[in-house]
């Protein structure tokens, strides 16, 4: 039975089936191994490339940040050199203003005198003199001493608008507006001008009276006094005051002899600029509005109409000033110990 059923050559068959079945199943686990194994070295490829990518990157990283403590540790010292050359620069900028102001005052208390003297000399020769051609030469030269005044009354303003300490009042538009605009109604002309107001009454405006009316009368003294002498023009000035909300707005449009369109509206408020050969004081009265309109928080700007017809300046200023942005002038004695502390504040930060 045994030699009939498991022959020699079916049990040499079956040894060599299991044979290769085993041999299959230990390449098979050979090979999965091996992709074991190169999936481990792979991994083990890209964490050293990660780390070293990692380390160089913290390097640059370090270096860049060395760099740049450099850098700004030169940039420091350079700004506090610059900053420290600028505090120089303003002291000596505010003690120059300082020699200014006292040189405008003095000049303008000292000339006074004589020139007060020479218009009285004027009238009392124009009494006495009968030479017509005399008279005419005294009229000139008391005409050019009133002319000087005025000048010297518009520097007089000048310094008194950055020295003025500003203590806000209620004002009264109409009422200022009336006052100026009769003053205009004195001086004689050679034809009348037509005067239109708009007025909205504003009865919790508070201001500085003084630099209000200053800034006022320059706008109005323009209107008048470069009015067209043409008598094919109605000469008007329009002045119109409405309120938005928490600010004023003061118009004065006239239809005057203009401004020349080469100047324009940020020069036109600088000092010494001429807006008409007319001008009799320098340029100093657009320059005067401006300035006191900026220290009352305000703004004022030029306007044409585009037909170069007529001519506005509008004032902006707010209902109620704020106390706390108010221009308090500085004590000239007490700018210089102000200023060598702040400089010993920096050289004391440079060294460090």
Avoid: W
């Amino acid at each position: 039975m045994r030699d009939s059923v498991l022959s020699e050559e079916l049990i040499n068959n079956l040894a060599t089936i299991q044979a290769n079945y085993a041999e299959r199943e230990n390449l098979s686990t050979i090979a999965d191994n091996q992709k074991v194994i190169r999936a481990q070295r792979n991994l083990n490829y890209a964490i050293a490339f990660i780390v070293v990518m990692a380390f160089a990157f913290i390097y640059l990283i370090m270096r860049n940040s060395r760099t740049i403590k450099r850098l700004n540790s030169r940039l420091a010292q350079e700004v506090q050199q610059k900053t420290m050359e600028l505090v120089k620069s303003n002291h000596s900028l505010k003690q120059v203003n300082e020699e200014l102001d006292n040189l405008v005052y003095k000049t303008s208390h000292d000339i006074r005198g004589p020139l007060a003297t020479l218009k009285g000399v004027c009238n009392i020769a124009l009494l006495d003199v009968q030479d017509p051609t005399a008279q005419s030469f005294l009229k000139k030269l008391d005409q050019t001493a009133s002319q000087l005044n005025q000048v010297l009354d518009k520097f007089s303003r000048v310094n008194e608008i950055y020295n003025t300490v500003i203590r806000p009042q209620k004002v009264n538009i109409q009422e200022t507006i009336d006052e100026l605009i009769a003053n205009q109604l004195k001086t004689p002309r050679l034809k009348p001008i037509e005067i239109i107001k708009e007025i909205q009454m504003v009865d919790d405006f508070e201001t500085a009276p003084t630099l209000f009316n200053y800034a006022l009368n320059s706008l109005i003294d323009n209107a008048f006094r470069y009015y067209n002498e043409s008598p094919r023009v109605n000469s008007f000035v329009k002045i119109i005051v409405e309120r938005k909300q928490d600010i004023v707005l003061i118009r004065i449009i006239d239809n005057g002899v203009g401004i020349p369109v080469n100047i324009d509206s940020d020069s036109l408020f600088h000092m010494f600029t001429r807006g008409s050969e007319r001008s009799l004081t320098g340029g100093m009265g657009l320059f005067i509005a401006s300035t006191a309109v900026r220290k009352l928080q305000g703004d004022i700007k030029f306007l044409r109409s585009q037909d170069f017809i007529l001519t506005e300046f509008m004032m902006v200023l707010p209902v109620k000033m704020d106390i706390g942005k108010i221009e308090v002038p500085k004590d000239r004695g007490k700018i210089l110990p102000a200023t060598t502390e702040l400089m010993a504040t920096l050289d004391s930060r440079f060294e460090k």
